[in-house]
């Protein structure tokens, strides 16, 4: 019976191995693109709702960006705090401030998607840049970088979404792990030809795209997945590419709690019900080989399985995924997160099946 145990074990480890090596491979040993500066015309869009804390911080970095044509769209989703006046501010000081003002919509009542969708199409230039509210640009060159990316044929381009990090916090760490890992992912599958998903908080499209698969109808009735299901709807090997050079990439203020970001794990994986199957499908796979793995490693060492088969086993595998996360944690300036890979990865296999099971027996309406 161990034996037959053991090799179920070692069949999990090869997957495990083919998955880091032939699919994450692609982006950690990737070159990055070079970049080539355009005047191509670029909209910034940002969706804020009761944000008036950050956008006071942050809108006045996106408008001095260092690029020659450019507009920012500001779209209040029907705040009850300040961001509106701040956003009437703004719009009086910089002459490329555009403002889109949502009321609330018994229809669409609380659905970003509704406002992004009149930013959109209140929107002047060709091409769309998206970030968060909450969000800055690493440096006065992200729309250079981020567009630099745009060709005739690719019109789509995903960008890393960072968090800033915090002195001391493990939860940091891990929160950044997890989104370096993310964004490892969506890097990678994209460049395999099978692009499925991006982040909010740093994207770009031309506006055809979105009026192709018309805009967020498909999904309107689901409070989330603005960003995701977008991609996961439109993106395609020939329309699809990826930006992560450092002065590409967005911060963001992390969670500061765990039950905050594990909401924010839920989230997320109520999104991912809704990608097309051999998305759900590969986003699965390599969570259940995770999970397997350790598993079954804690299985065969409490039953005393022989250590001469197992140590090698574990050991390959840990040095080969290893390898891989550093190498994508260096190119996304994550590397203080990939020195805690074993420990994270554990806390993150755990996190993922507690938060798929809580999901399945409550499901928040309206997800915040």
Known sequence: MLNIIFCVFAGVAVLQLVY???????????????????????????????????????????????????????????????TLDLFEEFEQRYSNIRLVKVANNEAFWGNKKYALTLGIKAARKEYLLFTDADCYPASKNWIAQMSSQFTLNKTIVL??????????????????????????????????????????????????????????????????????????QSATKKNTTICFTPESFTYSEPKHSFGAWRLQKRREVFTMAYFRPFDKFHIRFFHCTQFAFVVLAIVLAALQFNWMFLVPVVAVRYLVTWLVMGYSAS???EKDVAWWYPVIEIILIFTQINVFLTNIFSKPVHWK
């Not at 070079?34 to 670029?42: E, F, L, M």
């Not at 804020?48 to 450019?70: G, H, I, M, S, T």
Request: proline share 4%; with cysteine.
């Open 20 to 82: 880091y090596l032939a699919i994450l491979g692609k982006f950690a040993f990737a070159t990055a693109h070079s970049a080539n500066p355009k005047r191509i015309p670029v909209s910034v869009i940002v969706c804020a709702k009761n944000e008036a804390e950050k956008v006071r911080k942050f809108v006045p970095l996106l408008a001095e960006q260092d690029y020659p044509d450019f507009e920012i769209v500001l779209i209040d989703d029907a705040s009850s705090d300040e």
């Open 159 to 232: 960008g890393y979404g960072a968090y800033e990090k915090v002195k001391g916090s493990f939860l940091n760490k891990i929160i950044r792990f997890d989104a370096m890992l993310t964004a490892s992912q969506y890097f990678s599958w994209a460049k395999a030809g099978r692009p499925y998903a991006g982040e909010g908080r740093n994207m770009a499209y031309k506006k055809d795209e979105f009026f192709k698969v018309n805009g967020y109808v498909e999904h309107m009735s689901i409070r989330t997945g603005e960003d995701s299901l977008f991609i996961n």
């Open 331 to 333: 190119k996304l300036q």
